[in-house]
């Protein structure tokens, strides 16, 4: 009863206040709301007209601005308003971000909504990093909307970055792709700009973007005629269209008097303000995905992200080859090839796999056998992405994902819509909820910017909408690559993610560059290229050079294809807008670290405080060389042991950068003699220790197999404390068998080492086990196999990570997890149900299983093809992702995707 007495007492009192508010606002009143750190306040006036301003600390930033709409009806929302009605409160939202740059985090304002007379209201929020508003409406009948009414007004001659349409005739009618014009307000050109928009207001830059666009046109922005502002346009909603024959792209040929007609009980975009006191909060600010509508399509866990060979930057451009390459089966599947062998997760077949003149989508072009591609792409551990236009797919919208989905097409890359006015923005819904339903992702491209549907449609992984790497295949040096390059990470990347396509491996200078449409170049150094894939947030990357390019750049693959596209956290740790930028980011237990720099050379120093205290890391760096600045393509690469009071100097060519990975060193102790009081066998005579397991060994063994064991076991570890902490109670631990000793030797073995035939099966047939036969909290391994020597048996695997693996499994996870068991057979009996690892040790029992899949997802089997009975070729982690994927995120719970570094070569 007390509790009940006390909600009713809330909402009473919450009733009463706004009851008060609404009398005292009939006649037209001013409202104030603060951001949660009071440092931002926003100040709503109503009556004649309904406006705002916002106020930074003591500046305006933004002067009184109008806003409203108006209907066809004669209705003009933001016109003699009454507020019937006010509410207040504080939203502390926690959000879940897959795929996003952090993989959660916390939204936190102050809102307030006012209910207008005549069934609307406007809601603003005040967060610390921004304002934002909505209007809503909440009749019954539908509602077509003549104009909306969005002022953004300035009390000095600001300098703004307007990117402009690129289409004069028709200019709602573009590819959303520019350099930004840095201009003062006052000299904007006579175009509509499309979001974002930034605006220096000095102390602080206010950027201009929207969220939850539905249903509704996006916003263009346009100069004030009179005074220091920009207002608010929108495309008018289509009445008729026709197709671009070449590829059945539709487009608009008229249009109404109006810009939206729709349901009259709903919400409409949020017009965000997102306001930054450094550069550096900037492409962090998460405004737009925070206000978007939560996730409607539930479980995420089946969408893929990762890196895509691609085909079309480089035109099919293959050399030294033995077939003509095109369109067609052995162009594919040496894109399928590569792809394998350097454990890229996708191709995409681009423009021309089906016939684009004829709008068809459900029929492929007589040179590609898609089924066979797929199947080929799935014995390799590659997954296709198909690429089509808007309103093709559109148009066969089920037939096309039934038909795809269930080939084993894991998305489709959808191109061309060219236009965002309201049923434009319909049609990406459309194709956001069919293409969930059959589990399949979506990068866009040729679209508007990004407005949250990510967060609404996570199976939309990435979108175009910026001036990227294609555009150096036909551009002019005077749209200036390496500017853009530091300039659209502060404002584009705050909308969402990028698919700037980069990958370049033939690079140039200012002086030397070159627009080649079928062997492009990029703009900048080797290093610049490299320094994106950190610095763009970007789920689904492309690697855009040819294949045969890539050949002889082994090095700088092999980092790329390390760096992970989905992180837990980024943050700017120094940069400037227009100058440079450098990006950190962390994933699991490691961290990246990009940055990049305009056409100036210059110098950085890079502190590492960061950093947890007592780590310490090895770096791999990539920096331009000493020549760079005549030839771009010159880079060097250093390794470094880095921790938290690290500090290093590292030089930016002109248009130059720098790519570092950073990777956890374990906490190990020293190889010392055996410590008084541990019950081991007098055969041992060597022994360190990790966090409480140990590795021991006779004085036979080297001190750097010991070193190394102990390394692995770490690693394997270091995801689940309570796993480590239950084998640490049990005695874990593991034995390290001598080159030059056979396994009999170890006397845990010497109950099935008992006669001469026995001795002879054994040291035969094992240089290790996990579990058994010696006891069931131990693992055994060959030095032989840890430091990868000549005399190896097991040559492209690592043994000790198969049988550790055995002890996490039977001791470690089941000793906290007492279901884990059941969890594990069910996979293993789903997996020979569906014909997965046939021929090979995995499928001999559930343990086998597990262990063999342990070390494909550290990157550490051997290779078969065919499977031999033992192995296949599914012996790394991305090949794991795409062909055993319920097995892969079972895995995913208890291990870092990290890469261990161990001796031993494994094929590719």
Request: glycine share 6%.
């Given at each position: 009863?007390?509790?009940?007495?006390?909600?009713?007492?809330?909402?009473?009192?919450?009733?009463?206040?706004?009851?008060?508010?609404?009398?005292?606002?009939?006649?037209?009143?001013?409202?104030?709301?603060?951001?949660?750190?009071?440092?931002?306040?926003?100040?709503?006036?109503?009556?004649?007209?309904?406006?705002?301003?916002?106020?930074?600390?003591?500046?305006?930033?933004?002067?009184?601005?109008?806003?409203?709409?108006?209907?066809?009806?004669?209705?003009?929302?933001?016109?003699?308003?009454?507020?019937?009605?006010?509410?207040?409160?504080?939203?502390?939202?926690?959000?879940?971000?897959?795929?996003?740059?952090?993989?959660?985090?916390?939204a936190t304002c102050n809102e307030l909504d006012l209910k207008l007379k005549?069934?609307?209201?406007?809601?603003?929020?005040?967060?610390?990093?921004?304002?934002?508003?909505?209007?809503?409406?909440?009749?019954?009948?539908?509602?077509?909307?003549?104009?909306?009414?969005?002022d953004f007004n300035f009390n000095q001659d600001y300098t703004a970055y307007l990117p402009y349409t690129t289409n004069d005739k028709k200019p709602m009618a573009m590819a959303f792709q520019n350099i930004y014009d840095v201009t003062p307000l006052s000299k904007a050109q006579p175009k509509v700009a499309f979001l974002p928009v930034t605006v220096d207001c000095g102390k602080t830059k206010l950027t201009l973007l929207e969220s939850d666009l539905e249903a509704y046109p996006g916003m263009f922005v346009e100069s004030q005629k009179d005074g220091y502002g920009l207002k608010g346009v929108f495309a008018p909603y289509p009445t008729q269209t026709d197709f671009y024959p070449w590829r059945m792209q539709e487009y608009v040929t008229e249009t109404s008097d109006f810009i939206a007609r729709s349901s009259g009980a709903r919400t409409y975009p949020w017009r965000v303000l997102a306001v930054t006191e450094k550069d550096t909060d900037m492409p962090v600010n998460n405004l737009v995905y925070a206000l978007a509508s939560p996730n409607r399509?539930?479980?995420?866990?089946?969408?893929?992200?990762?890196?895509?060979?691609?085909?079309?930057?480089?035109?099919?451009?293959?050399?030294?080859?033995?077939?003509?390459?095109?369109?067609?089966?052995?162009?594919?599947?040496?894109?399928?090839?590569?792809?394998?062998?350097?454990?890229?997760?996708?191709?995409?077949?681009?423009?021309?796999?089906?016939?684009?003149?004829?709008?068809?989508?459900?029929?492929?072009?007589?040179?590609?056998?898609?089924?066979?591609?797929?199947?080929?792409?799935?014995q390799k551990g590659v997954d296709i992405i198909l690429w089509t236009v808007f309103n093709v797919l559109d148009k066969q919208l089920e037939a096309a994902c039934k038909k795809y989905s269930g080939m084993g097409i894991k998305g489709f890359k959808v191109d061309f819509l060219d236009r965002d006015d309201q049923t434009a923005v319909e049609m990406v819904y459309r194709i956001a909820d069919a293409t969930a339903k059959h589990k399949l992702t979506l990068d866009l491209h040729g679209i508007y910017k990004p407005t949250g549907i990510n967060r609404t449609y996570p199976n939309i992984i990435n979108f175009e909408s910026l001036f990227g790497m294609e555009e150096v295949k036909w551009t002019d040096i005077k749209n200036n690559m390496p500017l853009y390059n530091v300039t659209f990470p502060y404002i584009r990347m705050m909308a969402g993610p990028v698919d700037y396509t980069p990958g370049a491996m033939r690079n140039a200078t200012k002086a030397d560059w070159r627009a080649v449409y079928y062997s492009p170049m990029s703009m900048g150094t080797r290093c610049h290229q490299l320094a994106t894939y950190i610095v763009h947030d970007s789920p689904l990357t492309m690697l855009c050079d040819a294949p045969t390019n890539y050949l002889n750049e082994q090095e700088c693959v092999d980092f790329i294809t390390s760096i992970p596209v989905e992180t837990d956290s980024t943050f700017i740790a120094a940069g400037k807008m227009g100058e440079y930028i450098v990006s950190v980011r962390k994933k699991d237990v490691n961290w990246y670290i990009g940055g990049m720099t305009n056409w100036d050379e210059r110098d950085i120093e890079f502190a590492f405080s960061f950093l947890p205290s007592n780590v310490r890391y090895t770096a791999t760096l990539f920096a331009d060389g000493i020549n760079a600045n005549k030839q771009a393509e010159d880079y060097r690469t250093e390794k470094l042991i880095i921790d938290k009071n690290s500090r290093i100097k590292i030089h930016l060519a002109s248009g130059g950068g720098f790519a570092m990975k950073l990777e956890w060193c374990p906490v190990r102790g020293e190889v010392t003699s055996i410590p008084e009081g541990k019950n081991i066998p007098s055969f041992y005579k060597k022994y360190i220790e990790t966090e409480g397991l140990y590795v021991t060994s006779s004085e036979r063994v080297s001190d750097e197999a010991l070193l190394?064991?102990?390394?692995?076991?770490?690693?394997?570890?270091?995801?689940?404390?309570?796993?480590?902490?239950?084998?640490?109670?049990?005695?874990?631990?593991?034995?390290?068998?001598?080159?030059?000793?056979?396994?009999?030797?170890?006397?845990?073995?010497?109950?099935?080492?008992?006669?001469?035939?026995?001795?002879?099966?054994?040291?035969?047939?094992?240089?290790?086990?996990?579990?058994?036969?010696?006891?069931?909290?131990?693992?055994?391994?060959?030095?032989?196999?840890?430091?990868?020597?000549?005399?190896?048996?097991?040559?492209?695997?690592?043994?000790?990570?198969?049988?550790?693996?055995?002890?996490?499994?039977?001791?470690?996870?089941?000793?906290?997890?007492?279901?884990?068991?059941?969890?594990?057979?069910?996979?293993?009996?789903?997996?020979?149900?569906?014909?997965?690892?046939?021929g090979t040790y995995a499928l001999s029992n559930k343990e086998e299983y597990f262990a063999e899949c342990v070390q494909s997802f550290f990157n550490c089997n051997r290779y078969a093809d065919p499977a031999n009975g033992i192995h296949n070729s599914m012996n790394r982690r991305v090949k794991?992702?795409?062909?055993?994927?319920?097995?892969?995120?079972?895995?995913?719970?208890?291990?870092?995707?990290?890469?261990?570094?161990?001796?031993?070569?494994?094929?590719?």
């Amino acid at each position: 009863m007390k509790n009940n007495l006390s909600f009713k007492l809330v909402v009473i009192s919450l009733f009463l206040y706004c009851g008060n508010n609404s009398i005292e606002a009939a006649t037209g009143k001013k409202y104030a709301l603060a951001s949660p750190d009071r440092k931002l306040k926003v100040e709503i006036s109503t009556g004649d007209k309904l406006s705002y301003q916002v106020m930074h600390e003591k500046d305006t930033i933004l002067s009184l601005s109008n806003i409203g709409l108006v209907l066809t009806d004669g209705t003009e929302i933001g016109n003699n308003s009454q507020v019937t009605g006010i509410k207040r409160k504080k939203i502390r939202d926690n959000v879940e971000s897959p795929f996003y740059r952090f993989k959660e985090f916390v939204a936190t304002c102050n809102e307030l909504d006012l209910k207008l007379k005549g069934g609307f209201g406007v809601t603003f929020r005040a967060y610390d990093d921004g304002v934002a508003y909505r209007f809503y409406t909440t009749r019954t009948a539908d509602v077509t909307i003549k104009d909306e009414i969005a002022d953004f007004n300035f009390n000095q001659d600001y300098t703004a970055y307007l990117p402009y349409t690129t289409n004069d005739k028709k200019p709602m009618a573009m590819a959303f792709q520019n350099i930004y014009d840095v201009t003062p307000l006052s000299k904007a050109q006579p175009k509509v700009a499309f979001l974002p928009v930034t605006v220096d207001c000095g102390k602080t830059k206010l950027t201009l973007l929207e969220s939850d666009l539905e249903a509704y046109p996006g916003m263009f922005v346009e100069s004030q005629k009179d005074g220091y502002g920009l207002k608010g346009v929108f495309a008018p909603y289509p009445t008729q269209t026709d197709f671009y024959p070449w590829r059945m792209q539709e487009y608009v040929t008229e249009t109404s008097d109006f810009i939206a007609r729709s349901s009259g009980a709903r919400t409409y975009p949020w017009r965000v303000l997102a306001v930054t006191e450094k550069d550096t909060d900037m492409p962090v600010n998460n405004l737009v995905y925070a206000l978007a509508s939560p996730n409607r399509i539930g479980d995420t866990s089946w969408i893929k992200t990762g890196k895509v060979a691609w085909d079309w930057w480089n035109d099919w451009n293959l050399k030294g080859v033995p077939f003509k390459a095109g369109i067609n089966m052995d162009t594919y599947k040496y894109y399928i090839d590569f792809a394998s062998r350097n454990d890229i997760e996708f191709i995409v077949l681009d423009e021309g796999w089906y016939n684009p003149k004829s709008g068809d989508m459900l029929i492929v072009v007589p040179e590609l056998n898609l089924p066979e591609l797929i199947a080929y792409g799935k014995q390799k551990g590659v997954d296709i992405i198909l690429w089509t236009v808007f309103n093709v797919l559109d148009k066969q919208l089920e037939a096309a994902c039934k038909k795809y989905s269930g080939m084993g097409i894991k998305g489709f890359k959808v191109d061309f819509l060219d236009r965002d006015d309201q049923t434009a923005v319909e049609m990406v819904y459309r194709i956001a909820d069919a293409t969930a339903k059959h589990k399949l992702t979506l990068d866009l491209h040729g679209i508007y910017k990004p407005t949250g549907i990510n967060r609404t449609y996570p199976n939309i992984i990435n979108f175009e909408s910026l001036f990227g790497m294609e555009e150096v295949k036909w551009t002019d040096i005077k749209n200036n690559m390496p500017l853009y390059n530091v300039t659209f990470p502060y404002i584009r990347m705050m909308a969402g993610p990028v698919d700037y396509t980069p990958g370049a491996m033939r690079n140039a200078t200012k002086a030397d560059w070159r627009a080649v449409y079928y062997s492009p170049m990029s703009m900048g150094t080797r290093c610049h290229q490299l320094a994106t894939y950190i610095v763009h947030d970007s789920p689904l990357t492309m690697l855009c050079d040819a294949p045969t390019n890539y050949l002889n750049e082994q090095e700088c693959v092999d980092f790329i294809t390390s760096i992970p596209v989905e992180t837990d956290s980024t943050f700017i740790a120094a940069g400037k807008m227009g100058e440079y930028i450098v990006s950190v980011r962390k994933k699991d237990v490691n961290w990246y670290i990009g940055g990049m720099t305009n056409w100036d050379e210059r110098d950085i120093e890079f502190a590492f405080s960061f950093l947890p205290s007592n780590v310490r890391y090895t770096a791999t760096l990539f920096a331009d060389g000493i020549n760079a600045n005549k030839q771009a393509e010159d880079y060097r690469t250093e390794k470094l042991i880095i921790d938290k009071n690290s500090r290093i100097k590292i030089h930016l060519a002109s248009g130059g950068g720098f790519a570092m990975k950073l990777e956890w060193c374990p906490v190990r102790g020293e190889v010392t003699s055996i410590p008084e009081g541990k019950n081991i066998p007098s055969f041992y005579k060597k022994y360190i220790e990790t966090e409480g397991l140990y590795v021991t060994s006779s004085e036979r063994v080297s001190d750097e197999a010991l070193l190394k064991a102990c390394d692995i076991i770490s690693l394997m570890l270091s995801k689940r404390p309570d796993v480590k902490a239950h084998m640490v109670k049990k005695g874990c631990h593991v034995m390290v068998i001598g080159k030059d000793e056979e396994t009999c030797d170890l006397p845990e073995f010497a109950h099935i080492c008992n006669s001469p035939d026995s001795i002879a099966y054994w040291n035969w047939r094992a240089r290790g086990f996990g579990g058994a036969p010696e006891d069931e909290f131990s693992a055994s391994c060959g030095e032989e196999n840890l430091l990868a020597l000549s005399q190896d048996k097991y040559t492209g695997e690592n043994i000790l990570i198969h049988e550790f693996a055995h002890l996490i499994h039977m001791v470690g996870i089941a000793g906290v997890e007492p279901d884990f068991n059941d969890r594990l057979e069910a996979l293993w009996k789903s997996a020979g149900e569906k014909g997965l690892w046939a021929g090979t040790y995995a499928l001999s029992n559930k343990e086998e299983y597990f262990a063999e899949c342990v070390q494909s997802f550290f990157n550490c089997n051997r290779y078969a093809d065919p499977a031999n009975g033992i192995h296949n070729s599914m012996n790394r982690r991305v090949k794991l992702k795409a062909y055993d994927s319920e097995m892969y995120k079972l895995l995913k719970e208890y291990f870092y995707e990290i890469e261990i570094p161990i001796n031993n070569k494994i094929h590719k």
